[in-house]
């Protein structure tokens, strides 16, 4: 599974972005979609996690101004990070991220994976 970010920039205190992921490859099913970031000097950390079934989680940082969608119509798997009020501190290189399951024999689901895709940098300036 091949996962590519893009959407990244300069942006103003205040401003908005949207990320945006592309899924490809061969896979059963997705167990959930994600993005986390990474600040320099800092761990990656998880920004929002939409699973196929179960709860949207939202770091409390970002709640109320970021929304994760995901857009698997017409066979296509897109990922989306909608970011708005953005602050100086969201200032980072942002990562998708797809929990999913490999092809399995038949129907049926085979193991478990994590794929990551390449980081795009939102910068905010103040």
């Known amino acids: 599974v091949q996962l590519q970010a893009s959407g990244g920039g300069l942006v103003q205190a205040g401003g908005s972005l949207t990320l945006s992921c592309a899924v490809s490859?061969?896979?059963?099913?997705?167990?959930?979609v994600g993005w986390y970031r990474q600040a320099p000097g800092r761990q990656r950390e998880l920004v929002a996690r939409m699973p196929t079934k179960g709860d949207l989680v939202y770091a409390a940082s970002v709640k109320d101004r970021f929304t994760i969608t995901r857009d698997s119509a017409n066979a296509k798997n897109m990922v989306y990070l909608h970011m708005n009020n953005l602050k100086p501190e969201d200032t980072a290189a942002y990562y998708c991220?797809?929990?999913?399951?490999?092809?399995?024999?038949?129907?049926?689901?085979?193991?478990?994976?994590?794929?990551w895709g390449q980081g795009t940098q939102v910068t905010v300036s103040s």
């Open positions: 490859g061969s896979f059963h099913s997705i167990d959930a």
């Open positions: 991220k797809v929990d999913a399951f490999a092809t399995g024999k038949g129907w049926s689901p085979g193991r478990r994976f994590s794929s």
